[in-house]
C-alpha cells in the first residue's frame, strides 16, 4: 500500500475515536439505527457465511494475525531506529482499520440504551426484594434439582456432551422471542473455542468474536456451565455487549428452554448471583437462606468454583485487570464488577414473573 494511503488511515483514527465519542452521547440514536438497525442485518450476514464451518473461523483468523504481527514486528524491527515515523504509521494505520471494523462490527452495542429502559425495569431494588426473588430461585432451583435427581444430596450431572449443549442453546431464544421478539436468534454460530486452554488460564469461560461475530465457548469449562454461558454469547450475538445484560438474557433463555437441564443450569445461575449479593449485604441472613439450598446444588458450585481455582496462576488478575478496564473504556463504569446489575434485572424482572415461586 502507498506511504500516503497509510498515513491517511492512520490518521482516520482521530475522527473515527471522536466520531465514536459522539456517538456514544446519543444512545437512542444508536437504539434505534445500530442496535435495532444495522448491526442485526451485519451479525445475521456474518453467522449465515460462518456459522457453518465445524471450527472457529475467527480463532484461526486471531492465530493468523498474531503470527502476522510477530514476523511482522521480527522482520521490521530495525525500522524503529531507522524510520520510525513510517514504522509508526504502519502500527497506528493497522489499528486504526480494527478499530473501524471493531465498531462497525459489534463494538457500537456498547453505547446503546440500557437493557432496564427497554424492559421498562428498575434499575435499582431493595433488600427486601432481593431476599423475596432469592426465596422464589431457591424454592425453584430446589424442585428442579430434586425432579432430576431424586435425592436433594445429589450433584445434577447433565447427560450431553458439550457439543449437544451447544447445539442444543438456541432453543432457550425459540422460547424466549414470544416474550421478547427483538430476541429472535437465526441462524446460530456457537462454538468451541480453538484458545479454550489459553482462555481457562486467563479466567474466562467465552468470548464473542466481534469481527466474525462467532460465539466462542471454552470447552474445557464443567459441562454444567455450558448451558448458561453459550447462551450468555448468543446475547452477545444479538447486541447486548454489557456483560451484565448478556448474563440477564442468557439466564432467562435457559429458564425459558424447553429443557429440564438448561431450566437447572438457568434458575441456579440466577441464583448464586442473588446469593453472592446478599453476602455482600448481610452475611447473616446469608447464611440463613444458603442453609434452604439443596446441598447438591451446593455441590455445582463447588465443582465450578474447584475448576476456577485449580487454573488460577500469576497471570489471571492481569487478564482480568485488562478486561475491566477495557469494560470502563466501553462505559461499564465499574469494570468487571458492572457484572452484579445482573441482580437488579433479575430482582426487578422475577419480582413480577410468575415462572418463579
Sequence with gaps: MPKKNKTIIALLLVPQYLLVKLLSKHPEFIETYYSNGVYPLISKIFRFFLGWFPFSFGDVIYALALIYIVRWLFLNRKRVYRDTIQWLIDIFAAVSIVYGL???CWGLN???????KNLNLNADYTTEQLVDVTNKLINTSNKIHLKIT?????????PYNKSEILNLAPLGYQNLKSIFPHLDYHPKSVKKSLFSYPLTYMGFSGYLNPL??????DAIIPTIKIPTTSSHEIAHQLG???ENEA????CLAAINHDDI???????????????????????????DLIADVNEGILKNYKETRDFWEAHQNPFEPLFKLFYSNYLKANQQTKGMESYSYVVALLSNYFDYNSSVN
Excluded: W
Design 212 to 217: 466474525t461475530n462467532e460465539a466462542q465457548v
Design 247 to 250: 448474563n440477564f438474557i442468557g
Design 261 to 287: 437441564y438448561f431450566n437447572y443450569a438457568g434458575y441456579t445461575f440466577g441464583l448464586r448471583y442473588c446469593l453472592n449479593e446478599i453476602y455482600s449485604r448481610d452475611e447473616c441472613l446469608y447464611e
Design 110 to 116: 456498547y453505547h446503546r440504551l440500557p437493557l432496564h
Design 240 to 242: 447486548y455487549a454489557a
Design 150 to 158: 431424586q435425592n436433594d444430596t445429589v450433584k445434577v450431572v447433565i
Design 102 to 104: 471493531f465498531h462497525l
